[in-house]
């Protein structure tokens, strides 16, 4: 029986380092990665600063070394999650990169995004946080986002990022640094605050955090690595692998309630599943509006719906293999 066993064992292992080596192999000879993909579990190398927002992170002290180490580990090695950051980002990264830059927020500050919400927009916790930014309904209202039963704006990616990028200039001011703002985002600022003066250091990269703040940082900054060559870190992707951004055909503006909202959609040719899809700050099947405020309800291209992967174009080239 143990002798069995012991074959099965390694005909298990030869058969997944073939599938990997085989893996590799189909890149091409024409289309290799400028980093090798392992063909065996291997430990990625932590890189001995990583520049984040304009500052320069020196991982040299070995705290700061081990805690990058851990969340890169995580990121290498959760293939299904980290795959499917990336073929989202095509299609998110397109509408919050100039709203950052607008608002003048650094670019990279959408890692932070990218950390709270895995880039799904309909994402909710259980704590009640939603949307890309995972706003709680109290910060949402705070930073003038509609937050009821009937219209929820966290889940609006445009107004929600102008509402992020609102917070994170009013924490960047009181703190001047973009690692603590992220802490500060994940801790809460008064938490941060408390720390800065009872532990006397102005860096949330030198407190004494809890874990999940702890954590917090370093994954974001892994996030930027690995979304900054993702085959480095066995990640290879082709362009029709990616999710594209498809534009609306059309934005209604409306100032007056709509009873029926799946009869709105068949009015403009699409269905109602698909109108929600494209609106999810709309949490009912009516629009109540009953002070007469101004939406923009965008209207998706049915036929557009219906593409043809081999066309997708990637967003950032560092992504796939077919440039």
């Not at 950390?115 to 930073?143: C, H, K």
């Not at 066995?234 to 029926?260: Q, W």
Request: glycine residues 6%; aromatic residues 10%.
């Amino acid at each position: 029986m143990k002798k069995q066993l012991l074959y099965l064992v390694s005909g298990l292992v030869m058969g997944v380092s073939a599938t990997l080596l085989l893996s590799h192999q189909a890149v091409g000879d024409d289309e290799q990665p400028r980093s090798a993909v392992p063909s065996v579990v291997t430990s990625p190398q932590v890189p001995t600063s990583v520049d984040f927002a304009g500052q320069t992170i020196d991982l040299s002290r070995a705290d700061l070394h081990e805690r990058m180490d851990r969340e890169i580990l995580a990121f290498t090695y959760s293939h299904q999650l980290t795959m499917l950051m990336l073929k989202r980002a095509n299609r998110i990264f397109p509408i919050v990169e100039p709203l950052l830059k607008e608002c003048g927020v650094p670019d990279d500050l959408k890692y932070l995004m990218v950390i709270e919400s895995n880039l799904d927009p309909g994402i909710v916790s259980r704590a009640g946080a939603a949307g890309l930014w995972q706003f709680m309904p109290a910060t949402g209202r705070e930073y003038g986002l509609e937050v009821n039963d009937n219209i929820d704006e966290r889940y609006h990616i445009e107004k929600a990022t102008r509402a992020a990028c609102s917070y994170l200039k009013k924490q960047y001011r009181q703190f001047g640094d973009w690692m603590t703002v992220a802490a500060s985002y994940n801790g809460g600022p008064g938490g941060v605050k408390s720390k800065q003066a009872a532990q006397g250091v102005e860096s949330a990269m030198d407190m004494y955090l809890v874990e999940e703040t702890s954590r917090y940082m370093f994954r974001i900054l892994t996030a930027k690595l690995v979304f900054s060559d993702p085959r480095r870190y066995g990640f290879v992707l082709r362009s029709e692998d990616l999710y594209p951004y498809i534009p609306p055909k059309d934005t209604v503006t409306v100032t007056t309630p709509i009873a029926d909202l799946a009869a709105f959609a068949r009015q403009h040719g699409v269905s109602f599943a698909q109108l929600k899809a494209d609106n999810l700050w709309l949490r009912e099947n009516s629009l109540n509006n009953k002070s007469g405020r101004t939406y923009s309800l965008k209207i998706p291209d049915g036929k557009a719906l219906f593409y043809n992967p081999r066309e997708t174009r990637a967003h950032d080239r560092r992504w796939v293999i077919n440039r």
